[in-house]
């Protein structure tokens, strides 16, 4: 991901997340502070999907919309802020493709990566390697995303 993509990254998510607005800085800070961790899917009209992930703190997931400002003097696991494929291209697979790249590179780093599971997706994750056990995060961090939110982890 390149900072040129954010515009495009904000529409995207806008337009596939409309139930959990974040303001165009959450993306912009998240790049500038783990770039590497920040991608982007480039289809025929450009962006087509992104992951947004930074190394964090395993059971403390910051808030729906939440600024970070810094990383972690010692993070334990790898935090996968957010992924978007837009609608019409799900199903061809590109969403594991990122999510086994993503996988295999922090397992060189961290013990884990963790994320919040929205708008009842616990299922898919699941099948992805994830689990609600090992870690808890806060309940208000929780009902910042919605009533079925659900902090899971995928240990190494």
């Not at 996968?80 to 590109?94: C, F, K, N």
């Not at 995060?137 to 902090?151: G, M």
């Given at each position: 991901?390149?900072?040129?993509?954010?515009?495009?990254?904000?529409?995207?998510?806008?337009?596939?997340?409309?139930?959990?607005?974040?303001?165009?800085?959450?993306?912009?800070?998240r790049l500038l502070l783990a770039p590497d961790?920040?991608?982007?899917?480039?289809?025929?009209?450009?962006?087509?999907?992104?992951?947004?992930?930074?190394?964090?703190?395993?059971?403390?997931?910051?808030?729906?919309?939440?600024?970070?400002?810094?990383?972690?003097?010692?993070?334990?696991?790898?935090?996968?802020?957010?992924?978007?494929?837009?609608?019409?291209?799900?199903?061809?697979?590109?969403?594991?493709?990122?999510?086994?790249?993503?996988?295999?590179?922090?397992?060189?780093?961290?013990?884990?990566?963790?994320?919040?599971?929205?708008?009842?997706?616990?299922?898919?994750?699941?099948?992805c390697g994830f689990g609600v056990g090992g870690?808890?995060?806060?309940?208000?961090?929780?009902?910042?995303?919605?009533?079925?939110?659900?902090?899971?982890?995928?240990?190494?």
């Open positions: 991901m390149l900072p040129a993509h954010l515009p495009a990254v904000h529409a995207l998510g806008k337009r596939v997340h409309a139930a959990y607005p974040e303001r165009p800085e959450i993306a912009a800070e961790w920040c991608r982007v899917l480039i289809g025929e009209g450009g962006v087509v999907g992104y992951m947004l992930a930074h190394p964090w703190r395993l059971g403390a997931p910051p808030p729906l919309d939440t600024l970070i400002h810094a990383l972690p003097p010692q993070p334990d696991t790898l935090y996968l802020h957010d992924i978007v494929i837009d609608p019409a291209r799900r199903g061809r697979g590109e969403a594991r493709a990122g999510l086994s790249a993503l996988f295999a590179e922090a397992e060189k780093s961290y013990p884990s990566v963790s994320l919040i599971s929205i708008g009842g997706l616990t299922s898919f994750w699941e099948t870690a808890e995060a806060s309940a208000d961090v929780l009902r910042s995303y919605d009533a079925d939110a659900r902090y899971m982890v995928k240990f190494f």
